[in-house]
């Protein structure tokens, strides 16, 4: 009797008891046999699987209609490029796109890739006078490339003359600056120029007539910083005001510094004031001296004179610190009457404490044109105060329109606020 492993029928021939093909059943097969024909079939089913991917993988469609054009209100540093999404960008499927760039007929260099559904890239690498060629390519999930789509000619960016974005900017400098001119031109003219009184200001008179009855001497500190500094030089304004008054009531007037080109200064500005007074022979270079450049030896100095000779009116105009408060205190122990202005926002309030009067801020600057009554220094300050006025309406108007916004916001009152944020105020602009 033959065994069952020799009965292998043919196919074709053989049939079953029913009458049908007989089809073989590895089972039949040698065990060596059924095991390669598994392992073939495993390959074959990862061959096909591997060449479908790869065909798949090949079939990305390129962007179309790519465009190059130069970027508004530039220096000639920036291009934007352009195109139509390749058409196998579809939701379920993300299609990057890679940028690729030549200048001037040189070696092709990636410089970017953009997202899916992008149509735009910015390049802000350029340079005035170079051309520049592009190359985009799409990418696919699986790693496929597009075919290239590439500029037909090259394109060079151009420089714009004007920044359309900083027109409302120009019409706000054009308005205060036009403010100062016309301002400067009513003074010249003549026109009444009104500017408010300044209690420190007016008190200066009273500081020096005080000084004079007492028969003590005055104190005049400019301040510790050189002439660099725009508080010092508004605080040698105010000298020449004191020493000309100084000189009219024939009072002693002390002006120690902590700078040599601050001295030097000073004893020109308190001579041509004496000049002016009619009294030259009251100008004393002696008392208008240089002490030291160290902050606290000069302030010891300074407060040392005070206790040994006692002012009657200390008078601290200029850019201070730390001293603030030790002068002040010195002056205030003396029993002098203390007028002190400084435009540091930190030593206001120990000058406000322990003085009789303090400039704030700004009225140190103003000081000038309160004194002098000069055309030009009258236009500025006016002008000045236009560019304020200007400044408080945008304020209040754009904190209104935000306002608004917040309880309107779709329709006219979110356009005015988009466009007063994004086009006056330029906080959408570079």
């Given at each position: 009797m033959r065994s069952p492993k020799s009965e292998i029928r043919n196919p074709k021939k053989a049939r079953n008891p029913k009458g049908k093909m007989w089809i073989p059943h590895v089972s039949n097969l040698p065990v060596w046999i059924s095991f390669g024909f598994r392992i073939s079939c495993f390959g074959f089913l990862c061959w096909t699987a591997f060449s479908t991917s790869s065909a798949s993988a090949t079939e990305v469609a390129p962007p179309t209609n790519l465009v190059v054009k130069d970027r508004p209100n530039d220096a000639a540093n920036g291009l934007i490029v352009t195109w139509s999404l390749s058409p196998d960008d579809q939701p379920e499927r993300a299609i990057q796109c890679e940028i690729f760039r030549q200048v001037d007929g040189g070696e092709w260099s990636s410089i970017a890739k953009v997202s899916a559904k992008n149509e735009t890239f910015e390049d802000t690498n350029c340079e005035p006078g170079k051309k520049y060629r592009y190359r985009v390519v799409a990418l696919g999930p699986e790693g496929a490339t597009s075919p290239l789509a590439e500029t037909a000619e090259p394109f060079q960016p151009i420089m714009q003359w004007v920044d359309t974005r900083r027109l409302w900017f120009g019409a706000i400098v054009a308005f205060v600056c036009g403010s100062v001119i016309v301002c400067t031109e009513l003074a010249k003219r003549g026109a009444s120029i009104y500017?408010?009184?300044?209690?420190?200001?007016?008190?200066?008179?009273?500081?020096?007539?005080r000084a004079t009855e007492m028969g003590r001497p005055m104190l005049f500190v400019p301040g510790i910083m050189d002439l660099d500094q725009i508080e010092t030089v508004a605080g040698l304004t105010v000298l020449s005001k004191v020493a000309k008054t100084a000189a009219e009531y024939d009072a002693a007037l002390e002006v120690p510094t902590s700078r040599s080109l601050v001295m030097t200064a000073a004893q020109e500005s308190c001579e041509a004031a004496c000049l002016e007074a009619g009294r030259p022979e009251s100008f004393n270079p002696d008392r208008i001296y240089y002490v030291t450049d160290e902050q606290f030896g000069y302030v010891a100095y300074v407060c040392g004179w005070m206790t040994r000779e006692k002012p009657a009116a200390c008078f601290f105009l200029g850019k201070f610190f730390a001293e603030s408060l030790l002068l002040a205190e010195t002056g205030n122990g003396v029993g002098a009457i203390q007028i002190a202005g400084t435009a540091e926002a930190s030593q206001l309030p120990f000058f406000v404490a322990a003085c009789d009067y303090t400039l704030l801020g700004e009225e140190l600057f103003a000081a000038s044109a309160y004194l002098s009554r000069e055309p030009q220094q009258l236009g500025t300050l006016k002008g000045q105060d236009a560019g304020k006025v200007l400044a408080t309406v945008l304020l209040l108007g754009g904190?209104?329109?935000?306002?608004?916004?917040?309880?309107?916001?779709?329709?006219?009152?979110a356009e005015a606020y988009h466009y007063f944020r994004e086009v006056i105020l330029n906080k959408g602009g570079a």
């Open positions: 500017v408010r009184p300044i209690a420190a200001l007016t008190a200066l008179d009273e500081a020096v007539g904190c209104l329109l935000a306002t608004w916004t917040v309880f309107q916001p779709q329709g006219v009152a």
